[in-house]
């Protein structure tokens, strides 16, 4: 299953209402939240009516996922049992910190499959890496699960972790960032950004969707309507851009036929990196080299 994230909106899953409107957004998902979302006391209420609001959400995007509560809680393993009937089509980790994390999910979840007649790993898993340990062990979690689509990175809980004070510029937490996109690369995963906290603040969302899509970056977590279509504009290839892909594609193509490797276009030398970048842009919008 070939999924294109790059807007994610959290919902409180005990607010029908709300994901309802979710769901009517252009979000590429949108996330039953149990987790943040809901106080201990409602937990058992919150799964009721999050099956209840999915089974009355028309059958089309935006995805329907659910976070679950973290796996050194009491809370996640009922938070699947009664939450599958809702038909996820990813269950969002939170917490990772090891790949036995995902691991543990995943084993609960193949029964859980085979008794509604799904085929095995048809439920997809997105692990939040949000503190230090997660950091350490990314090569492990990256690789931890057949069911893992995707990594996403949690800037609060991990600038708290380790003791940072969280800032605009973000260099407090860019090594963390950066190691979450790189793992994620290097597994053939999506990489999601973390969530932007400042709602009246769409300007410096754009710039920082821009920042975290040059460093590698294919979506965002969002926490507010509006920041959705801020985040689908900023994480898909503009009109100019599939053309200068399409371009440069066409003209490395035509050296390698007539036996030249690296080639120049428009003053700037183009090699084998340059055109798997073009053709990864072109695939991020949805499109071809000669068209949709």
Not at 109 to 125: D, F, M, N, Y
Not at 165 to 193: H, P
Request: aromatic letters at 6%.
């Amino acid at each position: 299953m070939t999924l294109r994230l790059r807007s994610l909106l959290f919902m409180p899953a005990d607010s029908p209402r709300m994901i309802a409107k979710g769901a009517a957004l252009p979000a590429d998902a949108i996330i039953a939240d149990l987790e943040d979302a809901v106080a201990p006391s409602r937990k058992l209420e919150a799964r009721s009516l999050l099956v209840q609001s999915f089974q009355a959400l028309p059958e089309a995007e935006p995805l329907p996922c659910i976070r679950i509560n973290p796996v050194n809680s009491p809370f996640w393993p009922d938070d699947l049992l009664a939450t599958f009937a809702a038909e996820p089509k990813i269950y969002v980790i939170p917490k990772v910190e090891s790949a036995a994390d995902l691991q543990l999910v995943s084993e609960r979840l193949t029964p859980l499959e085979s008794a509604a007649g799904l085929p095995i790993g048809t439920v997809r898993l997105l692990a939040i890496v949000e503190s230090a340990a997660g950091v350490m062990n990314l090569r492990e979690i990256a690789g931890a699960d057949p069911r893992l689509m995707a990594l996403a990175f949690g800037a609060e809980d991990f600038a708290g972790d380790i003791g940072a004070q969280r800032t605009r510029e973000g260099w407090e937490v860019f090594y963390a960032r950066s190691a979450v996109a790189t793992a994620a690369a290097a597994f053939g995963l999506q990489a999601i950004d973390t969530v932007y906290t400042d709602l009246a603040d769409l300007t410096g969302l754009a710039a920082e969707c821009e920042a975290m899509r040059n460093l590698g970056f294919r979506g965002k977590l969002a926490v507010h309507p509006r920041q959705v279509e801020v985040i689908n504009r900023a994480f898909t290839p503009d009109l100019a851009d599939v053309a200068a892909a399409r371009r440069l594609i066409a003209v490395f193509k035509a050296h390698q036929r007539a036996g030249r490797g690296v080639c120049v276009l428009d003053g700037k030398m183009v090699d084998m990196p340059m055109f798997r970048a073009a053709q990864d842009l072109l695939a991020r919008a949805g499109k071809g080299p000669e068209g949709d």
